[in-house]
């Protein structure tokens, strides 16, 4: 039955915007409006509000309702919430219930299959959402909620520099939260190619792929598919310590646009490549690059890991060597060098002195070590990413986050500027109009490699 004296309870209408329920009988209506508002509050997630007998019935879902179909989520009832609610947006203020910022992501009709205490099965007619949908009470106030039909293989042949590809299940959603499909990845990499396949020229790629989107599982894939196209350039390369106690794996050299965008329709979201290079005849060549990863422990942030991005770059310079900074995509940064050394532990080396020389002058804020028990507060300065057997996420990679951000080249500026992580947070369209206005910020990354001091 529709009751408004949970939400009257929670909510103090001299300290929060939120709309005041008019006294009296509950509004009449068709029980076919419906509302989604995106809302910031301790963590973001997706208030779903279906009209009903006078109220919102509503549901917390923290990942949305952009899915595949046959896709479940957890969805969590709440109160009723009025009908002036389906309008509202606004800030809710911190201290108070749900307090965060609220905007409306949705809003159409609906029409009802069934309704009963324990099943809702209704079809939205939305500007996003549109399909049919089944919310499942499971205990408390825990539902599901699952969309309707069967996913449909779909494909669609394309010619790429020549090369025809066959692309699939383009209208797959990969990134829920932002409604970012495969054919968006794919348009996406199309459009970065210029830049990001010279920073995957010569190098193993490492690809890691989320066939199912970024909320479903995800695997590294070295070894190339043997449904890989003939035209692919590969390299067998050795693989010491290989999990799959391999001495050797072929592997991927993306040096195309073709083979970008059959790796992105494999739905290959990151690249991950080495610090060095390959010469043609797979000959494996000492690194051209060193690597600070900086990784922001708990309570630490992208903004901590910009001050140590700093005194790193201080370091560099008393050894006439320059960083090049760029976003992790995630939720830290790295700091290219490019080097020539010919022995390919001294880049590890390297990295591991000016790591502990931080960590050594400011234990509070800095760590040199892995173990997560010491990182709490701090940020890692992670040197070991230039042993020859790992890789880093190359720049222009999307990332497998929550919206579909890149690891993206930065300037120093930039750097000294940030104040919050969103101030260095980009996405796929971001990288585009920054591209447009700075061009590659890498561009001349290889063009003066310096020599380390001897050790």
């Not at 931080?358 to 042993?387: C, E, H, I, T």
């Amino acid at each position: 039955m529709a009751d408004l004296r949970e939400y009257r309870r929670k909510r103090d209408a001299r300290r929060t915007p939120e709309p005041v329920p008019a006294d009296g009988p509950l509004p009449v209506g068709d029980d076919d409006v419906f509302v989604v508002q995106e809302h910031h509050a301790t963590r973001l997630h997706y208030d779903v509000r279906l009209e009903r007998d006078g109220v919102l019935v509503s549901w917390a879902v923290p990942k949305g309702l952009l899915m595949n179909p046959g896709s479940v989520r957890l969805a969590v009832h709440t109160e009723d919430h009025p009908m002036e609610y389906a309008s509202f947006e606004g800030d809710i203020p911190k201290k108070e219930y749900g307090g965060g910022h609220v905007s409306i992501w949705d809003r159409g009709t609906y029409e009802t299959h069934k309704w009963t205490d324990y099943e809702v099965d209704v079809s939205f007619h939305g500007g996003k959402l549109d399909g049919r949908y089944v919310f499942i009470h499971k205990e408390d106030k825990d539902w599901l909620v699952r969309k309707r039909g069967k996913q449909v293989t779909t494909s669609t042949m394309v010619e790429v520099e020549g090369r025809r590809l066959k692309l699939t299940n383009l209208e797959k959603i990969l990134y829920p939260a932002d409604g970012f499909t495969k054919a968006h990845v794919i348009d996406y990499y199309r459009q970065v190619a210029p830049v990001l396949l010279a920073h995957l020229a010569g190098r193993p790629v490492t690809l890691k792929r989320f066939p199912d989107g970024v909320d479903s599982q995800s695997f590294f894939e070295k070894n190339v598919s043997r449904h890989a196209p003939e035209w692919l350039r590969t390299m067998t390369l050795p693989t010491p310590g290989s999990s799959r106690g391999a001495e050797t794996l072929d592997f991927a050299m993306l040096d195309d646009l073709a083979g970008l965008v059959w790796a992105a329709n494999l739905a290959a979201l990151e690249f991950h490549v080495p610090q060095w290079t390959v010469g043609p005849r797979g000959g494996v060549r000492p690194p051209d690059l060193l690597v600070f990863d900086l990784d922001p422990g708990p309570d630490t942030t992208v903004v901590e890991c910009c001050r140590a991005a700093l005194l790193i770059r201080s370091i560099l310079a008393e050894d006439n060597l320059v960083g090049y900074p760029k976003t992790s995509g995630s939720k830290g940064m790295q700091l290219y060098v490019p080097v020539q050394v010919r022995d390919p532990e001294r880049t590890s080396e390297y990295a591991k002195a000016v790591a502990q020389r931080l960590a050594s002058a400011d234990p509070d804020r800095y760590v040199a070590v892995m173990a997560k028990a010491r990182r709490a507060g701090r940020v890692f300065v992670d040197w070991s990413q230039n042993n020859p057997a790992k890789t880093t996420v190359a720049p222009y990679s999307l990332r497998a986050r929550e919206r579909p951000t890149v690891s993206t080249p930065v300037t120093w500026r930039e750097v000294e500027r940030c104040r919050e992580p969103a101030d260095l947070t980009f996405t796929a369209p971001d990288v585009l109009a920054r591209l447009d206005k700075h061009g590659d910020l890498l561009a001349d990354l290889h063009q003066n490699p310096g020599r380390l001091p001897r050790s």
